[in-house]
């Protein structure tokens, strides 16, 4: 897939703002970059705006939304979306869906949501959840920290006999659990490579929890709940200045139509809703995003389950507060959260999403096979036990493979495949906007200066004006509005006239005994009809727009 900059490494801050910046110098027509806030460290979460300018502005066409990097460490995100904005632009003019897209439909993409969070994940050796904020801190325990000084932090075993560690005899690399019979050997406590704060009780040792605590996909307004039920989940929705930058943004841009975002690692394709049973989604909105995710796994080759029913394992205290939830839940806009990256179906341990019970020799037993997998495919990430005096415990053993560009990351010779299997998605998803045509025209003079007007405004996309169900349900749904610019005897200008179906709504039968059919067709158009004044030959523009499929107009003459 042709594109400006190279996708075979992680963008830290300075290279991603260039490249956008580039990319907008280069394309002025067709993109906008914009500062969405500037973050405590005074980086920028930025937001480039794709549309082609000659053919409409951003809010008179279809919105589709993408992000990346509300979790700080998952840079591949960044790097789809960076992608994706590349690959639209490089291509327009050259490719028939690429300009159809920017001539149509507003993109609306902030590749990177927590830059200063990014930063420190790729700048050092820290790994963290959203941001370098402290949020919560607690003291106590093995702090991680690079003690070796070679740019990881790894895995740091102690020999002790109170361990619940052993060596696996089979594979002399890994570890395996102490059994309830195991007496006489030699056995480990492992924690995080790193020091072990002062003033601690080495002989009861325990892993320090992180003070970077702060999630931002905890944030949301729908579904908050705080620290106590949601770790990480802020002081109150939108406390960071990065989430309620979001949600500003969304709120400012209402024909967002649809919302691809990113995160990894699992290599699925999560739908919601993400707080309760899928089944509580009317039948419509169930069977149009499910079609929609079944296009993820067609072009990335991920699994597509639903957040609440398969991808959390604890249905009681839900992972709420995300922000795909407040997309839907709130507005009724199809989001998909997008797990890149599955490094345990690599290994040939693939996780079985869905089984709520967890087994900790089954995760062990995966674990152990990704490290085999980065050892034999990725070495430059994974290191040997190796002996090391530690200034507190004496000597430890520091071992085992780079968590961040191999588990959580594809290492860099993978990462192309993802973004551009990525991109190929987005640009089906893209399409599956609504999108508002004037379908007829007819006009008929009843005298000489009384004509009758009739127009079908129709919606030839796939999602419905309302986009779902839930949008009615929740009272967020605007009419499709339809004016004339005439002298009109009959009736108002302007007329209201409600949701537009799309082709998602046509019901459909496929019968082994008997033909294919559609049962009903989507109630996609309406007609509107006017009496006006006017004279012979005069031009009169008739117009229908909705803030989620557009704005279209057609010049009649009256004759």
Known sequence: MKTTFQYDHYYKYDELKDN???????????????????????????????????????????????????????????????????????????????????????????????????????????????????????????????????????????????????????????????????????????????????????????????????DFNRNFPYGWMPNGKQDGAGKYPLSNIETKAIADFVLAHPNICGAAIGHTSGGLVLYPPGTHNEKELSYDDLSTIKAIAKMGEEEMNYKPINIFGAFISDQTNVDSGALDDWMFESFGIPAYTIEFWDLASKAGAPIEWGDKEINPLENLKRFNACMKWVKENAPQYYSDWKEFEHPTLGSVEIGGFNYKFTHQNPPEDLLLKECENDTKFNLRFMQVTPKLVIDKINVEKLADDLYQVDVVVGNVGYLSSNLTDIAINMGVNKPVEVSIDASVVNGDTNVKIGDLAGYSKTKTGVYFYGNITTLENAKAKKKISWLVKGNENDTITVCASHEKAGKVSAKIELK
């Open 20 to 214: 956008l910046e580039t990319l907008a110098k280069n394309y002025p027509n067709l993109m906008d970059l914009e500062v969405n806030c500037v973050s405590e460290e005074n980086r920028n979460q930025y937001v480039a705006i794709l549309t082609n300018k000659e053919t409409g502005g951003m809010l008179d066409k279809p919105g589709w939304y993408i992000d990346g990097n509300i979790h700080a460490g998952e840079v591949t995100s960044t790097m789809c979306a960076m992608h994706t904005i590349d690959y639209l632009l490089t291509n327009y003019g050259s490719d028939e869906t690429v300009t159809k897209i920017l001539d149509t439909t507003t993109i609306y993409a902030i590749p990177r949501v927590s830059p200063d969070g990014a930063e420190t994940y790729l700048s050092t050796a820290y790994t963290l959840r959203s941001v370098n904020r402290d949020y919560l801190p607690k003291e106590g325990g093995v702090k991680e920290e690079d003690i070796d000084e070679d740019g990881v932090i790894r895995m740091m075993r102690i020999k002790t006999p109170y361990g619940a560690w052993k060596i696996d005899e089979e594979n002399p690399g890994s570890m395996t659990l102490r059994s309830p019979s195991d007496q006489g050997g030699t056995y480990y406590d492992i924690y995080p490579e790193g020091l072990v704060e002062d003033d601690i009780d080495t002989e009861n040792l325990k892993k320090k929890q992180s003070s970077w605590g702060l």
